[in-house]
């Protein structure tokens, strides 16, 4: 497993943008699909976006689609998530998660995620 921690988080007015950061910890990060997730209040958690360990395969939420990006840079054991034209219904609590498969079947490390707030 590897260790998360997400920064990046804060206040934005609608049509802004965020950028979310996920540092890790272990030498094997460089292995691990990576993905980012949100929880609204009151709504489950939900899929926004996951890479391949090389970057080369990603995949988006429907809802994110052409507005956000995730990116990894394994020298920095660190992903990346661009979120621009923000939504009121973008804010959430973001998390990061690491999977040791990809198509990633199960996420077996979290972080303790950060929150965004997009305001009307």
């Known amino acids: 497993q590897v260790q998360l921690v997400e920064s990046g988080g804060g206040l934005v007015q609608a049509g802004g943008s965020l950028r979310l950061s996920c540092a890790a910890s272990?030498?094997?990060?460089?292995?691990?699909?990576m993905g980012w997730f949100r929880q609204a209040p009151g709504k489950e958690r939900e899929f926004v976006a996951a890479i391949s360990w090389s970057g080369s395969r990603i995949y988006y939420a429907d809802s994110v689609k052409g507005r956000f990006t995730i990116s990894r840079d394994n020298a920095k054991n660190t992903i990346y998530l661009q979120m621009n034209s923000l939504k009121p219904e973008d804010t959430a609590v973001y998390y990061c998660?690491?999977?040791?498969?990809?198509?990633?079947?199960?996420?077996?490390?979290w972080g303790q995620g950060t929150q965004v707030t997009v305001s009307s």
């Open positions: 998660a690491a999977a040791d498969s990809w198509p990633p079947e199960k996420w077996g490390s």
């Open positions: 272990g030498r094997t990060f460089s292995t691990y699909a």
